[in-house]
């Protein structure tokens, strides 16, 4: 670094054109002018020791306020192509005399002296000019006390402006002087930090703060920064040190603020630019990877979508809010995301269940609800009555908290489209949910999301398919619902029954309340004791006990037919079912309590009876219609001798049109033979009891099933043996213990009835007894089979048949007496409907016989019977079999 120099008094001037080199300060210049290649190659590349030059700004004459003495003087400038006029400056500089033509410079007074620290010289081929490259260093600041231009090169007589060492010294004692430059220090120190923490290069700089003279080093911290001209000329003017550094302080200080300020700027550019750079980055990423996946769809529309039915939805505030987060966690997820899928189906369902539309209700007219009850079926007249009464407190009272209707009934009794009709009565929408075979509570109340392939309970799911929150819905076969290890569906039904929990209902899979209280309710079963009693406690249960014959027969030809033909795009022009013949359907096809097969079978005659009208439709086609159709236009093409066009009639041109175009006449009367082509042989007929009974052994009981009342035979028959009794049909435990019964008490009476020899005392001795109750697939239980049990013993063993024609119910005891049972009206039906007359009851069933229609009742002969002998007395034909002996 800069030690201190002897400057010689005169030394060759370079010229450095708007520029200034400071004491401290590299320069690397090119000389190609004549003059400074002189100057070099005098002044520092022929010299032995180390030679020195003054630099000396010059400025442009275009840019100074007043000028009159101009030099004309070529100078090589760093660039060191052009020459220049040259001026000195009338105030500060010295005069020069010159020829004025091209254009004139301003010396400056003051310049540094600088050594060459690297010289290199070439030769431009092919011309051979000679160029210098040259490095500087600026030692010192000289006056320059004349300036002379002749001669090759310009030189100056100069002074050195340098202070001595003791006047130096002076200096640092002077306080201003400690104390500017220790504020020049601290603004040094501090650009420094900020430098380093920009480019980490501090270190070397912080060393020369510590190491130079602060008065060298204002010079040298300068030099890097951007100044202007001016600046820099008075940097250069700065002779006194105090000066000097409070300059290169103010200087420092301004590079600091403005990287400062420069950083705030990026750092705020750079924050919003990364901000929104890296989304568009990460949205790139996502496309080319959903391209990649070919998963082009467009997510984002979807979800849009969804968030609008959303808002269509009305939903309470809470659970809007609820979807609102739900929709926010949704949105921030990827569809390939674990969960993604589950979160979109739960907010389909919040958006598809109707919180608040509803069926508009119409004003209840209960004569019209009357008439579309009566339209809609036949009889049930008590039925009808009571809905009937139920819809007149609905419209009395709206918000009425009345009970769950509950039909009860065997199949195929109009429990179903009585609820529909309901329904239609009161102008609401309709929808069956089937409870049958429910044993998971979660299917009531639906799955907690947190399980795969969660979703929510029947409940729920109804509402969402029917649309409005204020339909009618059938729990059908609420009977059949179970409980088992995962848990009652049952007791979650309560919940849904009981208006005052049913305003809040929790489905777990939606996890928000849900309002059923405008739901009405309406069960079906087909029996009330399976459900269990706190259930029950809620409905209100209507019996539907099966129809007559009659009956059927008239919902058969008021109802069912009208509909089948209907349904089969018939009508009665082209099939006919005689009252005659549908008795037939009744009595040989079908033995049921309600109509179900029965409109089953008469269906098959309808499609018969389509297929035959069709078949015949399509030969008048052919044969005459089409010709007729046609004739104009073939007669015209075939005498032109063209090709033959057809005239093709429309499809879907239902069957009554064509007939009426037609005039076909294809009635189809079903006859009897016709019944067994179609329907096949006869499957009951009223010989199957006589048939069945006439071996002895054989009895005919009326049980009940969930099918209504139903005959049941029961055999008996004796083998060798030693006294065991041997049970088969699928028994149940209660049943078995009736055969148990039944068997002691035909042992203990076998004398009385005269079933023994008189030596004989053991009815089993040397035998076993089988009995069996057919339709051995179908599980059988009860008490109500104890009399036919001993019937069956009685006639086995007193070799008598019973009677074909009577059939019988009743539990006994073990000393005879015959206890009253359920189902009486069921049974009795039955009993109708398989063609028996008499009928044997316990006489405490007496009361029952009030629910039993009149006609079927005038029908048959119901016989009473207070103990097993009164049984015994009816079932044979002339009385007991033991009179019969004693009678003989
Ligand atoms: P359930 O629900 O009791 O099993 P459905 O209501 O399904 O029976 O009835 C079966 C068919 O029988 C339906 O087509 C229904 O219209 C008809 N039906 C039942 N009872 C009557 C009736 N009394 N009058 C007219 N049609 C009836």
Redesign the pocket.
Known sequence: MAESVELPGRLGILPFKNQVLLPGAFIRIRCTSPTSVKLVEQELWQREEKGLIGIVPVRDAAEMTSMDSVLSQGVGSESGERSSKVQINTLDAHKVDGKSNSGVIQWHKRGVAARALHLSRGVEKPSGRVTYIVVLEGLCRFNVEELSTRGPYCTAKISTLEMTKAEMEQVEQDPEFVTLSRQFKATAMELISVLEQKQKTGGRIKVLLETLPLHKLADIFVVSFEMSLEEQLSMLDSVDPKVRISKATELVDRHLQSIRVAEKITQKVEGQLSKSQKEFLLRQQMRAIKEELGDNDDDEDDLAALERKMQSAEMPSNIWKHAQRELRRLKKMQPQQPGYNSSRVYLELLADLPWQKASEEQELDLKAAKDCLDS?????VKVKQRIIEYLAVRKLKPDARGPVLC?V??????????ASSIAAALGRKFVRISLGGVKDEADIRGHRRTYIGSMPGRLIDGLKRVGVCNPVMLL?EIDKTGSDVRGDPASALLEVLDPEQNKSFNDHYLNVPYDLSKVIFVA?ANRAQPIPPPLLDRMEVIE?PG?TAE?KLR?AM???IP?VLDQHGLNSEYLQIPEAMVKLVIQRYTREA???NL?RNLAALARAAAVRVAEQEQAVSVSKDVHKLASPLLDNRLAEGAEMEMEVLPMGVNNHEISNTFKISSLLVVDEAMLEKILGPPRFDDREAADRVATPGVSVGLVWTTFGGEVQFVEATAMVGNGELHLTGQLGDVIKESAQIALTWVRARAADLELIAAEETNLLQGRDIHIHFPAGAVPKDGPSAGVTLVTALVSLFSHKSVRADTAMTGEMTLRGLVLPVGGVKDKILAAHRHGIKRVILPERNLKDLVEVPAPVLSSLEILLAKRMEDVLEHAFDRGSPWRQHSKL
Do not use: W
């Not at 809609?376 to 049930?380: A, E, K, M, Q, T």
């Not at 009934?409 to 009585?418: E, I």
């Open positions: 809609d079926h036949y009889g049930l039909f009934g065997p199949p195929g009794v109009g429990k179903t489209s009585l059908d079906t539907l129809y009956e919902i008021q109802h069912l509909r309600g109509v179900r409109e």
